[in-house]
């Protein structure tokens, strides 16, 4: 079937099931935007900036499961979907991202509006093509799908010419397109599963430390993970990234682990002799300290990507595979043979977590004149208690007390920029999580100093009628910046003040949304109450203490047992030298 | 304390590519980017039918960065193989040098004598200046070179170093 290249587009988007597609127009995407014109199947989310574009794609895709596709224009219309592309890579998020380019004959020509946009994205994609005939577009675009989707996900870039977009070419349909080279590996090897279940059941005391891959997995690996956790009575930890893959409320949960994670879950880690790390990746922020990283302990580690094997930490049973389908297996193996958790040794190992867990590592100064952010938190977790919520964030001290504090107990519940930290990452997501649950509760937690990164998209949410809230914890501090000053710098506040912030409750209005404040304890029930009531766009100004920190901390280059707790007065002592060039 | 750290090693690799446009900017680009260390390149298509690029690089690691860069390279879509030759076992190693080397008189002679006994055959003679081949491992390249400097060596270039498994083995 003969068709333009912005035809083919719109046809394999349609054919890969795509509803709605985030973007921006200019000149080099000019033909694409006039195929999307002339259908009715695709929608199309006009953003502010590019950067929300990929943002909102994977607010949308991390709420759904499903692939988010952005569509922006060549030079900076590239350049600024570098950082959703990025962030993306790093929390493993599948995005389809098609960008214009200049025509075939002006590539390299310094054009208008041209850049090397597939060596810009080379390393910030899982991988990208510039297509250079009408007749490659549909297959590399298929491809595009299957790469993005499946093994571990990540964001591709289709970079496309404006004269490819023009010319005619052959269409294929998915079912004819093979992929040879990437068929990633998803069942576990059986010998690997049976050495790590007889770990398991012979742990005295063990841990389930669980990551983004599960909830990547799907549904059904976290139901799978709650029946393993279940039958052996095992405790259960959890990365930021993997937030909601467990029940938070349940008992056996011992709260999110790392950097700002619960006590009793990094003395677990420290002194587990069994850990089982099912997709997550011993990320910096959670193993604090390598080499004094859970010394005692035999390593289980589920990943789908071999390349986590082994990279920081050396593990006694690596198991490659999609973690739902080996969580099966595992499962199955545990039932097989009968297993019995050493019932004497767990109930001595869960006494001394429930002594850790009496330190109540997350409790703070309570006060009835000022809004401690903590509370906030609290207040916002209570009063939304029992409805159909999703949760964004920014990036800094609001997102750990949000990881903290808010009850997640279901998966694609909890969208938050875990391995980049990107600053205006939450309202973009919130707008594409908004568009995947149109009658859904979506709350951006934000600090002031974040959603000034990305609040234009404040009128994309306007525009396109989705009702987000942006539950702003304002302290007028980046707050995570002074709280390291604090930490390693003497206290020399080097510009981590925002002096001149805007009014939010008029920014809200000016931009068509609905604006409150709440000021004082007394006032923030209401005020929460009133914002889950609104159908537009709002922003809530929660006015707290100026200078409250987050605790627990692990301090950079400390171990898991050298946590900082929040009742300690004295910080400015407890990174270590050689901690002092962490990030 | 911080535990001594392993030493490292050198390994050869050998990298089957499909030879589309950007591959060797995706290999290249995943040792710098991710800091590891290139001792030597060489690549050239190995089998145009079947559009494969044969890519050997030589890299100094501890055995778990050598290990991450076998996993790393893996994870490029158009890599179809990757083999760390050094672990697999027994490899042939072989380099090719130009090497230009101006003189006259006794030196020029020695040059020659130097040559014929190391391997190298001169590719051009003028009437100032050698050009010699030589190939073998990386280190008789390296004695060879080291030999010339005091006879007139004035320009040097080198393919990078090729590998095999050695018997029946393949990639």
Known sequence: MRMTGAEIIIKALRDQGVEIIFGYPGGAVLPIYDALFKQNDIRHILVRQEGGAVHAAEGYARSTGKVGCVLVTSGPGATNAVTGLTDALLDSIPIVCLTGQVPTHLIGNDAFQECDTTGITRPCTKHNWLVKTPDQLARVMHEAFHIAGSGRPGPVVIDIPKDVQLAEGDYVPPSMVEHPLYQPKTVGDEKAVQRAVELIADAERPLFYTGGGVINSGRRACETLQKLVKATGYPITSTLMGLGAYPSTDGQYLGMVGMHGSYESNLSMYNCDVMINIGARFDDRVTGKLSEFSPKSKKIHVDIDASSINKTVVVDVPIIGDAGTVLDQILKEWQAKGHRPDKEALSKWWSQINQWRARKSFSYKKSDKIIKPQYALERLRDLTRGHDTYFTTEVGQHQMWAAQFLELNEPHRWMTSGGLGTMGYGLPAAIGVQLAHPKSLVIDVAGEASILMNIQEMSTAVQHQLPVKVFIINNQWMGMVRQWQELIHGGRYSQSYTAALPDFVKLAEAFGGIGMRAETPAELDGVIKEMMKTDKPTIVDVCVDQKENCYPMIPGGRAHYEMILGDDQDISTATPDEGLVLV | ?171
Not at chain 2, 18 to 24: A, C, K, S, T, Y
Not at chain 2, 91 to 101: C, D, F, I, N, Q
Not at chain 2, 135 to 143: K, L, M, Q, R, S
């Open chain 2, 1 to 171: 304390m911080n535990a001594p750290s392993p030493a490292t090693q050198r390994h050869v690799f050998s990298v089957l590519v499909n030879d589309e446009p950007g591959v060797l900017a995706r290999v290249i680009g995943l040792f710098s980017g991710r800091g590891y260390n290139i001792e030597s390149l060489a690549v050239a298509i190995v089998d145009a039918e079947r559009s494969l690029s044969r890519i050997t690089v030589v890299s100094i690691g501890t055995p778990q960065i050598l290990e991450q860069i076998e996993a790393q390279l893996n994870r490029i879509v158009p890599v179809r193989k990757v083999v760390d030759l050094t672990r697999q076992g027994a490899t042939v190693e072989r380099e090719m040098a130009l090497v230009k080397v101006n003189g006259s008189g006794a030196s020029r002679m020695e040059a020659l004598k130097v040559a014929e006994a190391a391997h190298a055959k001169a590719k051009d003679a003028s009437p100032e200046a050698f050009i010699f081949e030589i190939t073998g491992t990386a280190g008789e390249i390296d004695n060879f070179i080291n030999l010339m400097k005091p006879l007139g060596l004035i320009e040097t270039v080198r393919s990078g170093v090729l590998g095999l498994a050695r018997g029946n083995k393949t990639v």
